[in-house]
């Protein structure tokens, strides 16, 4: 399964990817809301489990890898977290600063979503750490709304800060 959009190609992760894996998942402001101080081993093991075949009743993650098409380049990762027996769809996004603030990441999540209503997903739903404004207005410009905010849930840099959670009904999805 390969995504198209006029720019990009999101195609599954593989073993070949491992260095481009690395890289994102070391970067520091790319991570500057999802993690700290994940060890080798542990970006390790979820790299192993992002390349198992994706199925949509597994509880995994599909993830897929955003390349620009002109240039060939891996720019991004995208995909989402089945949890079929509710058809919904966590969608997760993580890409590299010198591609940000292009529209990459806003085509990719329509395809994405778009892939995930075709397969008959009811749902996509999404959590942003406090703070993290970019990943909050590109999950609006996608349609969908802040459905709640968990107060203090998530620990990160010594602080414990709030998590929002977005959803969008796929049946709403805008081509």
């Given amino acids: ?7 990009l190609r999101l195609r599954p992760l593989t073993r070949n990817d491992r260095d481009f894996y690395f890289a994102i998942e070391r970067h ?11 060890t080798d081993s ?15 009743e597994n509880e ?13 380049l891996a720019i991004g990762l995208h995909g989402f977290k089945s949890s079929w027996a509710h058809r919904q769809a966590e969608l997760g996004f993580l890409f590299l600063p010198e591609f940000q603030g292009k529209g990459y990441a806003l085509e990719a999540s329509k395809a994405v979503l778009s892939y995930a209503r075709s397969l008959g997903f009811h749902k996509a739903t999404a959590v942003v750490t406090a703070g993290n404004q970019a990943s909050a207005k590109l999950l609006e410009k996608c349609g969908f709304e802040r459905e709640g905010v968990l107060k203090e849930h998530f620990y990160l840099r010594g602080a ?3 998590d929002w959670h977005y ?3 796929l049946r709403h999805l805008q081509p």
């Fill in 42 to 56: 542990d970006i390790e093991a979820m790299f192993a489990s992002a390349c198992k075949p994706w199925q949509r």
């Fill in 28 to 38: 520091p402001s790319v991570m500057a809301f999802v993690s700290e101080g994940r």
């Fill in 160 to 162: 414990f800060l709030d």
């Fill in 60 to 72: 995994h993650w599909l993830s897929l890898v955003v390349e620009e098409k002109a240039s060939g």
């Fill in 1 to 7: 399964m390969v995504l198209e959009t006029p720019r």
């Fill in 167 to 169: 959803g969008l009904l």
